[in-house]
T-cell receptor, first 119, second 111 residues
Framework: GAGVSQSPSNKVTEKGKDVELRCDPI?????LYWYRQRLGQGLEFLIY????????KSGLPSDRFSAERTGESVSTLTIQRTQQEDSAVYLC?????????????????FGPGTRLLVL | QKEVEQNSGPLSVPEGAIASLNCTYS??????FFWYRQYSGKSPELIMS????GDKEDGRFTAQLNKASQYVSLLIRDSQPSDSATYLC???????????FGTGTRLKVLA
């Protein structure tokens, strides 16, 4: 089947506008992750979902950031009132995590990312 | 202290040499460790995972874990120019499925 897909691939927006980023995980993957990667930097954890619940939202930078997931499917990351420092690549990943599994189930498969530029 | 630390590099090695990439982590009870490779402009992809102390080999790649010293390393034997990429170390937070990534080490293999 297809890998993780993200849309849009590129987004240019004006400061203060809201943006919505979408992630379609691999079918059957229960865990879904959002990361932010600024130019030349590592991956910054934002949030992860197990099913449609989010056990850890600690990485969301501010209350302008929110995310939701429908069942074990699509997730959207919303950034309200965008700021220039929000400019980055937003990466989504999914993995097959089930209670009691490890090793193979922990492999994260990344989407191609959404490149966000806030002017 | 950062939770997962890596030297940003670049680490330059000649073709055919062994490249050694290191990563240290702060949470002593961490159990799950991963190496991802990221080519410029692309998304990360998993190279290896390691859970037990010692070495784990997969082709030209060897991951080494030392929990007492809280470091994990990746050795690439017979380095090729195609290995030139950024290598990211990731550690799973114990009791969760949250992963903390290091900032990555950029490797350049010189032909």
């Amino acid at each position: 089947g297809a890998g993780v897909s993200q849309s849009p691939s590129n987004k240019v927006t004006e400061k203060g506008k809201d943006v919505e980023l979408r992630c379609d995980p691999i079918s059957g993957h229960t865990a879904l992750y959002w990361y932010r990667q600024r130019l030349g930097q590592g991956l910054e954890f934002l949030i992860y979902f197990q099913g449609n619940s989010a056990p850890d939202k600690s990485g969301l930078p501010s209350d302008r950031f929110s995310a939701e997931r429908t069942g074990e499917s699509v997730s959207t990351l919303t950034i309200q009132r965008t700021q220039q420092e929000d400019s980055a690549v937003y990466l989504c990943a999914s993995s097959l995590i089930k209670s009691g599994t490890r090793k193979k189930g922990e492999t994260q498969y990344f989407g191609p990312g959404t490149r966000l530029l806030v002017l | 202290q950062k939770e997962v630390e890596q030297n940003s590099g670049p680490l330059s090695v000649p073709e055919g040499a062994i490249a050694s990439l290191n990563c240290t982590y702060s949470d002593r009870v961490s159990q799950s460790f991963f190496w991802y490779r990221q080519y410029s402009g692309k998304s990360p992809e998993l190279i290896m995972s390691i859970y037990s102390n010692g070495d784990k080999e997969d082709g030209r790649f060897t991951a080494q874990l030392n929990k007492a010293s809280q470091y994990v390393s990746l050795l690439i034997r017979d380095s090729q120019p195609s290995d030139s990429a950024t290598y990211l170390c990731a550690v799973r937070t114990p009791g969760t499925y949250k992963y903390i990534f290091g900032t990555g080490t950029r490797l350049k293999v010189l032909a």
